[in-house]
């Protein structure tokens, strides 16, 4: 099939040829004739298959009718609203509407968090048709009056089931509560929870559900390795995949900010070039570390799963799993980033004692084997050994002592100590006579008194 088939408009063909796109994937197949017949959609599709233009091409088509070149904030009222669960997702999104609707005069923006909201009230107030967000800086926008959802027709749940699980359900509700119920709303995902199913059936109508392949399925393009080790031997054995040229790039993932700093100091110290990015850093930091992984300047990404979320990078050959994920589908997002596009990818993942049960849960929700290598251990500790004497080594000298302000001092035979102190030979000592010995406890008694 050709995008020619879907009944896209000449206008987004053309942007569509310029991208460099002729035939569209299977969830762009199923997706994009819904949406164009205004229908409600429910789509589960895997990470790189190209879900983002499933709803952004024929979201542009059927907003063609209220494009134009006006300069008067009021004519370009927001039409489109589409939420992602992170900044790097709505900057991927905004970028991706930019790219496929630069034929059409429908403005395209974005506002998220972590960055000034001035240049946002000013974008808002000049007026834009879609608005890509994120659902806190949206609602802080909504608070101060920045932004009406009056004239909303779509409202798109990108990555839907990280925004619930990351705790943006109280305000997702708040915000569709603030959009026409007529709306078309759309919902895609890699995953889906039955949880999430029952809720989204509270927000769509009728929706029609496609779903191109099993449920938390992953790529046949993905080469899956488990590598068991120590817990204390895992900076080691990374470090050392990482410099004898096993692995040209990677983005790793670890489950924390403080162990993502931690692992990107120690691969600095041992000569791996290498950055972080998670949500303790500016958007600005992270930009820039994003580029520069895009840009090969640096080998190594070492990222929490909230920032990875739509991350897009060309071409990554592998993904490292540092630390195994909490949660078994945060595996299909984390290996979601290789192997896109039909591209071959290595997922590695680092298996301690203590994560055999969390490798037995992925398996079961991908119903896939992982390979797994041979234990590799930490060698034992050896302790040095003993250093020989050699005979013709010099002993180490003593230091002088005098004994006599060491040791107690012991008369020679036949000498003893008088009673003032003196040292005198027994021999000349005078014999006490037997008679003026007294009983020791005479010595304690008081004298007697003459009469």
Known sequence: MKFTELGLDD???????????????????EAIPNV?????????????????ASFTLPMLHRLLRHANSSTSPAKHPVRALILTPTRE???????????????????????????????????????VEILVATPGR?????????????????????????????????????IVDLIPPSRQTLLFSATYSE?????????????????????????????????NVDERDKSRQLVRLLTEGKISQALIFCNTKIGANRLTRH?????????????????????????????????????????????????????VNYDLPHNSEDYVHRIGRTGRAGQKGEAISFCTPNDQESIRAIEKLINKKLKQSEPVRSAPARSA?????????????????????????????????????GVVDEKLRPRAKQADKKPLAALFMPPKENK
Not at 388 to 413: A, G, H, I, L, M
Request: with cysteine.
């Open 195 to 227: 949880d999430i199913r029952r809720l989204a059936g509270d927000w769509l109508k009728n929706p029609v559900k496609v779903e191109v392949a099993p449920r938390n399925t992953v790529t046949d393009t993905i080469q899956h390795t488990v590598l």
């Open 36 to 52: 164009l017949n205004g229908k409600d959609v429910m789509a589960a599709a895997q990470t790189g298959t190209g879900k983002t």
């Open 138 to 174: 949206l609602l802080d926008h909504v608070g101060t009056n920045n932004v009406r959802f009056s004239s909303v027709e779509f409202l798109v749940l990108d990555e839907a089931d990280r925004m619930l699980d990351m705790g943006f359900l109280p305000d997702i509700k708040k």
């Open 385 to 421: 050994p003993a250093r020989e004497k050699s005979p013709d080594r010099k002993q180490r000298k003593q230091p002088n002592v005098d004994s006599f302000f060491s040791e107690p001092y012991t008369p020679q035979k036949g000498l003893i100590v008088s009673e003032k102190g």
């Open 89 to 127: 997702l709505a900057a991927q999104v905004e970028e991706s509407a930019q790219r496929y609707g630069k034929h059409v005069s429908l403005r395209v923006g974005c506002v998220y968090g972590g960055v000034p909201m001035n240049p946002q009230i000013d974008m808002l107030r000049a007026g």
């Open 11 to 29: 206008i987004i063909l053309r942007a569509v040829v310029d991208e460099g796109y002729t035939e569209p994937t299977l969830i762009q197949q």
């Open 267 to 319: 691969l600095q110290n041992k000569g791996v070039e290498s950055e972080a990015i998670h949500s303790d850093r500016s958007q600005i930091e992270r930009t820039t570390a994003l580029e520069n992984f895009k840009a090969n300047k640096t080998k190594v990404l070492v990222a929490t799963d909230i920032a990875a979320r739509g991350l897009d990078i060309e071409q990554l050959p592998h993904v």
